[in-house]
């Protein structure tokens, strides 16, 4: 590919409206088109939602390792890229393939089966009372900066053992090196530094939480895969999560059709999360995949070492798949939002479960609720990875702060306790048992009211 007259997937202009900038290239190129990375580097962008499951699917065309990209191998890439902390080649089973794979994959899906729908939910329950209790008197808050981008790290850092003083620089760091800025790379080493401190100390003092349960596997990870899984885990979590609990707030608090199928229960919070993994993923763009040889892929050539990268956002709104964005997709999971094939997201039930039961309880802990800004005015915040709403300011009837802290501290575990010993068992976190029809609907037509 030359990179003469090849749009570039990054900067001022790309982000200012990347599905744009995505409907353009697929007029333009079709199902799959070239692009720039921070640079200038040309990689493919999978645009079809058919595509994109091809790639997905099949690695032995279209491989996990990073090590294979041609400008990698060519020593192209400067040390200090922002592109290194996302697709520079670790100890990682999402840069493996075959039976290396398949023993990482085997330690990360197990430690993440151990948690319950109901420990997780207690622990996501507990921090959203602790952050509400913060501004629930002001009658105000920005549910972006005050709750989106705190809850999903605290129980993260929670269910890996870690202390929770360490939480909010962890998450300044976690979403700088989403955003591949200058800083990415110094913000990506503060968070592999933070997690080996705590990986070391875990092995003197296992416990029950993901960290002991990664380094006791029979895969026998050893330390720096236990720290790079780890890291994986936490920064993907929290950037999907913080997501797509903004864009399920922004959508319940600007679209009045949206409300009325809640309200009138055509629609369950778990739908909504659902339409919103079709319409506002909370990744965009995942990269990549690496050609292992030349082969064609949507009438173009692609030649071994190329890099390609999902595009999600554009895959789920195919026209060919999609041809009425207005159709709603209620129960229909067929969307890339958590990838496919042997890569698809092992952590994908626990981010649902932040995001169902943190909304549930939010909304139930602050009746009234609605934008303090007219919907115009929001304004999103876009990198070349992810696109959500920057700032959410609301406004409600002040709650007394006295009454919610006694609740958590009535119903929630204390601080820092680890699950409780029933947390191991078989039941899948997606599959939550449903409420009856009115129950369901109860406190979901109340909020309405209220708006």
């Known amino acids: 590919m030359s990179p003469e007259g090849i749009r570039r997937l990054y900067g001022p202009e790309a982000e200012a409206n990347p599905r744009g900038l995505y409907e353009q290239l697929r007029q333009q190129h079709g199902a799959v088109a070239p692009v720039l990375l921070h640079g200038d580097h040309p990689a493919w962008l999978v645009l079809g939602h058919r595509e994109n499951l091809e790639v997905m699917r099949t690695p032995s065309l279209f491989s996990r390792d990073s090590r294979r990209w041609t400008p990698f191998v060519q020593e192209k890439v400067a040390a200090d890229s922002p592109l290194i902390p996302m697709v520079g080649w670790q100890p990682l089973c999402v840069f493996a393939d075959g039976d290396e794979h398949a023993r990482l994959r085997a330690a990360v899906t197990e430690s993440l089966g151990q948690f319950n729908r109901q420990g997780v939910r207690r622990y996501v329950t507990r921090y959203t009372k602790q952050l509400v209790a913060a501004f629930e008197a002001t009658g105000q808050a920005d549910l972006i900066r005050d709750y989106a981008e705190r809850l999903p790290m605290l129980v993260m850092t929670q269910l890996m053992g870690m202390p929770e003083e360490g939480g909010p620089r962890l998450v300044e760091a976690t979403l700088d090196l989403m955003k591949g800025t200058e800083t990415a790379l110094a913000s990506n080493e503060y968070v592999t530094e933070t997690l080996r401190k705590h990986v070391k100390r875990k092995s003197k003092k296992p416990g029950r939480d993901l960290t002991s349960q990664l380094l006791g596997h029979e895969s026998d990870l050893d330390e720096d895969e236990v720290v790079e899984h780890l890291r994986l885990i ?165 709650q007394s702060s006295s009454g919610t802290g006694q609740r958590v501290a009535a119903d929630a575990p204390p601080k820092s306790q680890p699950l409780p010993d029933t947390a191991p068992v078989s039941t899948p976190i997606a599959e939550p048992a449903p409420l009856p029809a009115a129950a369901d609907r109860r406190w979901w037509s109340s909020w309405v009211f209220w708006r």
């Open 234 to 398: 936490l920064v993907a979590a929290n950037e999907t999560t913080v997501n797509l609990i903004a864009n399920t707030l922004r959508l319940l608090l600007t679209d009045r059709r949206f409300r009325a199928s809640l309200s009138g229960g055509q629609m369950t919070l778990p739908d909504a999360l659902e339409q919103v993994l079709w319409d506002a993923p909370p990744l965009s763009v995942i990269p990549g995949r690496w050609a292992t040889g030349d082969t064609k892929l949507a009438g173009k050539q692609i030649r071994a070492g190329d890099m390609l990268l999902l595009g999600l956002a554009a895959g789920n709104v195919d026209p060919d798949i999609r041809p009425d964005l207005s159709a709603p997709v209620h129960g229909n999971r067929s969307h890339l939002s958590f990838s496919s094939g042997p890569h698809e997201c092992p952590g994908q039930d626990i981010g649902r479960a932040i995001a169902d039961t943190g909304i549930d309880t939010l909304l139930t802990l602050l009746p009234g609720l609605e934008l303090a800004v007219p919907a115009s005015e929001l304004k999103t915040s876009a990198a070349w990875l992810s696109e959500r709403v920057y700032s959410l300011p609301v406004r409600f009837k002040p």
